[in-house]
């Protein structure tokens, strides 16, 4: 009945306007997450702690992010002498717009989303491999030899660890035969025990495929215990040194909003989407519960662990971690090919 | 092979034991205090700047200016002078500045002081914009509070917490007992005073609050 | 920004040339080093060379002894290495009282042995937090400051100061203990317990943490014995030094308690030692507690202007990060002739530039942690 009622609301409007008015929805969406995503992690890294986070600006701190947003915009934005302009300045964009885009394919709810594209999941990744350059590009146009540095670990941990993410991936597109981020959720139809992370009589290591993923997830944004590129420093600040104000600001919303599609994704692929284990809430209620639980485990991690060497991060990757990728889709292939002829 | 394995068995697991720890530390309480909407009372022993010490029979100063303390002092912030009044048996102080910022408060003076003239006091509010603040003449504070006992005597005196304003006044002004919180608190919040001590007693002897 | 005629071309072991840059690490750090400076000739990734430049906080605390009169200097012995000041004091008192041939009461002494290893505790924790926050846990440091409030709450109750403490005394105490302190002690030792086991399990089980610590700044026990390391350094490369079992002082020899030593030499081991001597000093703590003796806190007779006897006295005590010793010359007057401070950091301190040699430059800062250097115990 609720699916009724979304149908009736959103299924009649001229397609353009509908297309714009999720595009700013998903936009909005994205601005407030990348705000308050930072009153989580700061509530949260306190609660770990045993302190109380941020109190005072607001009713529980709730204000902080605003606070915060206004000094960073206030700001100078001041571009390094000798630096490439043009560059420097579109690193930070360049870092959004990929998160942004991708985010127009995510079935947030049953008809819920923005494009519903066949080739979902592909845009997604070939979307995110613009993240690397982003980077690659804010380092170089900096002009300052840490941040090139900075930039070039980046640039070998992502890929390092696209591999495995595309490994399992296809995994995925294997186990559900579409690329249709919509198709994927509605297949999940049914109890909990229909969702991916369960379908394990398809692919035997099925929750491992899951944590290759995260982990993944994790390396691909540059999140502890992967952030060897933004804290390495014991000398400097990394890739984002030079920038100041609200081109720092960009990186760091560009940072959650990548988490926020990260776990999204994690969310339609494994996690059932916005199938509900009890049909209570309306679809969309579902999707951002578990997604925002995955957040939180985001944030768990961090505040948990040190971070790892430089090359124990590639180790994991190249020595691990695509080893067990490859072996769960040739597995995953076998039992296909055997069982479900 | 099979040793790698259990190897990364065990690396896996303790990830999950140790984020065990941490969700389970996350449900607890927290374990700061919420200054300045709430104080701690400080122990009896705490050592806040020195003050001198009221004789409860004549109401003036114990200390006689026999400058054992000034002596005693490894950083040169006592000075005291004194002058034997007419009619008078003792010298008696008239003059004891504490130069607080080269103070190391390790209590030199007053363990040298023989009659017990001089205590640590507990304040520790004592955040100032102005250097002027922290040369003390404890004197002139003995005077002060003195005064105001009298003035106040056989009414109850108000609560400390309200004589302190902004930060440019340290809360060491006469009259404030230790013990009782005096925050500088931001403007924005309002301010929830809770006053740990008991109503403040003028100047009496070591408290125990 | 590296300019061009900075990179020199150096020869490597091999004879071939290389390029180096020289950068600076400090002296102000984003982690909780203190105003160290150290002049790093990199090759790429791997130090070639680095330089300690100590000296940017040297407050002539030597030089100060000699014009204060002994009990004048007892405030800047709690100075020197801010973290475990009461065993510092305990150093200078020790060496006065030995010279003038004081004779303390036991209740004094078993009351200096249970402060002393509060001190050491919670120094303790101040380095299990900052180390890991240099590797970038930030979380465990909350924990440690939560246990080490306690620690600092008692002290506070019976010293009013809560991290340079002036409590000790020639000849005895300012003070003595009173009941809440004894009370609150044994609480802390039982709740302290519990507590070590889930920084076990954090952190020192954590496979992350295993991998940036083991193997990484190995030093060997000649390397120690070359530069004068005492402390974790040494006992974590296998030498059983430990001042309170080789020269014991104060009541040292009444507690039942090992001396934890690693045989692995490498960051690991230095950690493991710090971690075990933590629960070592909660036994000795309950130890000393059963065994308090009642009596008075002070000799009965301290001259109010003491003079020692001319001489040359020494008293070495184990402080949290080594051997500290104290010697004072003396020419029988009010004011010492000489105050010598041989403090553990220093010597810490000098094989950080042969031990880090060829490594990469996070493993370095890994190895520096593991040493635990204040560095006002450097430069006095």
Known sequence: MIQAIQHSLFAWWPEPLRLVLFLVAILSFVGLNAAYLVWVERKGAGRFQRRPGPTEVGYAGLLQPIADALKLMTKQLIVPAGADTTLFRLAPLLMMSPALM??????????????????????IFAFGAINVMAIMLGGWSSRNKYAIISAARVVSQNVAY????????????????????????????GGFWHWNLFRVWVNPLMPATFLIFFTCMLAETNRAPFDMAEAESELVAGAYTEYAGMGFGVFFMAEYANILLGCALGTALFLGGWQSPV??????????????????????????????????????????????????????????????? | MKNSLKEFATGFNSLLVGMRVTIRQFFRPTVTVHYPHETLKMPPRFRGHIELVRDPQTGKALCFACKLCERACPSDCISVEGAKLEGAKKRSVTNYILDFTKCSLCGSCVEACRDGAIRFSREYNLASTDKADYIMDLFKRLENESLEAEGNAGQPSPPAGAVVGQASSPAGSPGVPPGVPAPTAPPAPPQAEVPKAGQPKPASPPQTT | MIVKDQLKTELSADGAPRETFVINLGPQHPATHGVLRVKMTMDGEYIVRAEPVCGYIHRMQEKMGENRTYAQFLPNTSRIDYLSAMTYTHGFVGAVERAAKLQVPPRAEYIRVITSELNRISS???????????????TPMLYAFDDREKILDLLEGITGSRLTYSYYRIGGLYNDVDDTFINGTRAFVAQMRPRLKMYRDLVTDNIIFRKRLIDIGPISKEMCRKYGATGPVIRGSGV??????????????????IIPTFEECDSMARYLVRMEEMAQSLRIIEQALDKLPAGPVMVEKVPRVLKLPAGDYCYAVEAARGRFSVRIVSDNKEIPYRVKLRTPSLSNLSLFEEASQGMLLPDALALMGSLDLVIPDIDR
């Open chain 1, 102 to 123: 991708s985010l127009a394919v995510i079935p947030w709810g049953q008809s819920l989303a923005a494009r519903n594209i066949n080739v979902g999941l592909l845009m």
């Open chain 1, 162 to 189: 696209e591999i495995p993410m595309l490994l399992v991936v296809i995994t995925m597109i294997m186990v559900t035969g579409t690329m249709n981020l919509t198709e994927i959720v509605t297949q999940q139809a």
């Open chain 1, 279 to 341: 049909g209570i809430l309306p679809g969309v209620v579902w999707f951002l519960l578990k997604m925002y639980f995955l957040i939180f485990s985001v944030v768990w991690i961090r505040w948990t662990f040190p971070r790892t060497q430089f090359y124990g991060l590639l180790n994991l990757s190249w020595k691990i971690l695509i080893p067990v990728s490859l072996v769960t889709l040739l597995l995953t292939s076998a039992m296909m090919k055997l069982v479900h002829a």
């Open chain 3, 124 to 138: 303790h924790l101040v380095w299990w937090g900052a180390f890991l926050m240099d590797l970038g846990g930030f």
């Open chain 3, 240 to 257: 059983p030094y430990d001042v309170r079992r080789i020269e014991p002082y104060s009541v040292y020899s009444e507690f039942d308690f």
